[in-house]
């Protein structure tokens, strides 16, 4: 079945630190790739996706590539801040079904 | 402003007790769910439904029960509150099943 797999955390970087959160993945098909953040307190907002191999998601300085070789999809950000604080979680669709599937998240503590 | 609505946003309930979750969305999206986030596991889908009159299960179901009497609304029913059921939940909606979903703020629920 479709699964995915994530880095466990908490992580704790320092601001400006880079950042790197492993996800890999399981899955039948052609599935897309997604990563969510979760402010403090707040639901899942869309960070960024792809929707085929190679492709590239990228938004508020985060990116992620689809590695279907490697069946990877992990998060990077090159420079992180305080303001990047938040439980991130990988997650893949299979658009024959449509569900989501969920990693199991990881925390993210950027301190000052 | 457009979106996805969860009431209540906290709950306390008794074991044995029952109560609805509520979700409503005015996006006219035809695809909605009900995950359940607990620490470790991610969030997990408990049912869907794709459109008026239609649900269907997901990876945990028991317990809950469902119905999509309008494209608007899909509430969660607890017919008999366990303490495993102790989570926060999660309504999503997308306007089809390639499409993004949309998440509610969540309704944190303790099962005491």
């Known amino acids: 079945g479709n699964s995915v797999t994530q880095m466990e955390g908490p992580v704790t970087l320092s601001e400006e630190a880079f950042l790197t959160i492993n996800c890999t993945y399981t899955?039948?098909?052609?599935?897309?790739l997604f990563w969510y953040v979760q402010y403090p307190g707040e639901g899942l907002q869309l960070l960024l996706k792809?929707?085929?191999?190679?492709d590239k998601g990228s938004n508020k300085g985060f990116e992620a590539t689809y590695r279907k070789e490697t069946t990877s999809f992990h998060l990077e950000k090159g420079s992180v801040q305080v303001s990047d604080s938040a439980v991130y979680f990988c997650?893949?669709?299979?658009?024959?079904?449509?569900?989501?599937?969920f990693g199991q998240g990881t925390e993210l503590s950027v301190k000052p | 402003n457009a979106g996805v609505t969860q009431t209540p946003k906290f709950q306390v309930l008794k074991t044995g007790q029952s109560m609805t979750l509520q979700c409503a969305q005015d996006?006219?999206?035809?695809?909605m769910s009900w995950y359940r986030q607990d620490p470790g596991m991610g969030l997990r889908l408990i049912h869907y439904s794709v459109g008026a009159g239609i649900t269907d299960q997901g990876e945990v179901p028991n317990g809950y029960n469902v119905s999509r009497s309008t494209t608007e609304d899909f509430p969660l029913r607890l017919l008999s509150a366990a303490p495993s059921q102790t989570s926060v939940y999660f309504c999503?909606?997308?306007?089809?099943?390639?499409?993004?979903?949309?998440f509610g703020s969540g309704t944190r629920l303790t099962v005491v």
């Open positions: 792809a929707t085929k191999a190679d």
């Open positions: 899955a039948t098909g052609y599935p897309s």
């Open positions: 997650a893949l669709k299979n658009n024959q079904g449509g569900k989501l599937i």
């Open positions: 999503a909606s997308s306007y089809s099943i390639t499409r993004d979903y949309t």
């Open positions: 996006m006219n999206h035809e695809y």
